[in-house]
T-cell receptor, first 115, second 115 residues
């Protein structure tokens, strides 16, 4: 079945450091890929998405590129802020079949940014 | 309302009791999803409703779990004879239609604690 694997956490960085959170997936066909963020005490929010190979999703300084050849969707940000401290989830939505529309999530990566 | 609303936000119950969790989706959203988030883990898909079609129940972990939705309105997730392993945050999401290209909007969740 479909699966998503995120890099082990937690990740602790200083403000203005470069961030990479790795995400790889296993799926048939061409799934859509997402990064969701969960700030402390809040629900999940969509951060960015990409629906086909080589698409780059971007939002709030975060970027991720859909790499079909490496089945990856790594999240990057050039300069993190304290306000980016949250849990980040990589997810995919299957391209079709009975799993159509359902999200499969990675285990989440806790990011803590210190001033 | 403006977003997906879930109630209660917190529920503490005794082992063996039944609980009902409620989700009010965004008005006009035809698809509704329930997920479970256990401590330190990613989200697990539970059940999916799309309009008046038969729900996809493939993620329900046991026959103690059931969910209903009337048309495109409120959904109720029921857990009968709760067990300690049912302790988790239960998240509801809705989207305009099914499919990976449609964004799922999440509620803040119901935190269930089974003593």
């Amino acid at each position: 079945g479909d699966s998503v694997t995120q890099m082990e956490g937690p990740v602790t960085l200083s403000e203005e450091a470069f961030l990479t959170i790795n995400c790889t997936y296993t799926a048939t066909g061409y799934p859509s890929l997402f990064w969701y963020v969960q700030y402390p005490g809040e629900g999940l929010q969509l951060l960015l998405k990409a629906t086909k190979a080589d698409d780059k999703g971007s939002n709030k300084g975060f970027e991720a590129t859909y790499r079909k050849e490496t089945t990856s969707f790594h999240l990057e940000k050039g300069s993190v802020q304290v306000s980016d401290s949250a849990v980040y989830f990589c997810a995919l939505s299957a391209a079709g079949g009975t799993s159509y529309g359902k999200l499969t999530f990675g285990q989440g990566t806790i990011l803590t940014v210190h001033p | 309302g403006a977003g997906v609303s879930q109630s209660p936000s917190n529920k503490v119950t005794e082992k063996g009791k039944d609980v009902e969790l409620r989700c009010d989706p965004i008005s006009g959203h035809t698809a509704l999803y329930w997920y479970r988030q256990r401590l330190g883990q990613g989200l697990e898909f539970l059940i999916y409703f799309q309009g008046n079609s038969a729900p996809d129940k493939s993620g329900l972990p046991s026959d103690r779990f059931s969910a209903e939705r009337t048309g495109e309105s409120v959904s109720t997730l029921t857990i009968q004879r709760t067990q300690q392993e049912d302790s988790a945050v239960y998240l509801c999401a809705s989207s305009f239609t099914s499919g990976g290209k449609n964004i799922q909007y999440f509620g803040a969740g119901t935190r269930l604690s089974v003593l």
